[in-house]
């Protein structure tokens, strides 16, 4: 989560922090970078480590899809690529939502159709292979949907803009993430 997570406050970086409570115990907090350096005279209190984890994974319940509405798109993107190999002057019409979800340019380059195809499954599945990801494929999972998570005093996330404009890089992302979710959920692996 590191590096998206942002105070929706004062919108400053929310920082880790470990913070002594009166036992003398350690305790990771997100605290609001702006309030710490005095940047801003924001008043927001810290975000306990566990409860800023639960709203990211809420993120991904938000902006997943379901297996029905990934068969669907899957049907229509293979039919838009269809179509377009035959016709390859034809605007693809069917690829609007997707491409709005997606960011993504009309490539006609058949390896996006792979990339669009794991991309949607990803989103289908995202937030429980989420949840049992190791910190590593969650860091590439949330910089790849993510640019910016605003957590506020009344701790809601807001999600910000949409991770890379570039829908190559995007996809990219999303890819990488694909895998590294992967990794992270075989059995007795790395
Ligand atoms: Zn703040």
Not at 31 to 36: A, D, E, K
Not at 64 to 80: D, H, P, Y
Not at 144 to 151: P, S, T
């Amino acid at each position: 989560m590191k590096g998206i997570l942002y105070c929706a406050t004062c919108k400053s970086r929310l920082h880790l922090d470990f913070a002594r409570n009166k036992q003398g115990i350690r305790y990771a907090h997100y605290v609001c970078s702006g309030q710490t350096s005095k940047r801003t005279t924001c008043t927001r209190k810290a975000v306990p480590v566990g409860i800023a984890e639960e709203l990211v994974a809420a993120c991904y319940e938000r902006i997943g899809i379901s297996e029905q509405t990934f068969t669907a798109l899957a049907r229509q993107v293979n039919a838009a690529f269809a179509e377009r190999m035959a016709s390859c002057a034809q605007e693809l019409a069917e690829l609007t939502d997707i491409d709005r979800k997606l960011e993504s340019d009309h490539e006609q380059d058949t390896g996006q159709r792979k990339h669009l195809a794991s991309a949607l499954k990803l989103l289908t599945y995202c937030a429980a292979p989420y949840q049992q990801s190791d910190d590593e494929a969650k860091r590439l999972t949330d910089q790849a949907f993510f640019e910016k998570i605003h957590i506020g005093e009344d701790e809601q996330a807001v999600v910000g803009r949409a991770a890379s404009r570039e829908p190559r890089a995007r996809l990219g992302r999303v890819e990488g993430a694909a895998g590294a979710q992967k990794r992270a959920a075989l059995p007795g692996g790395p």
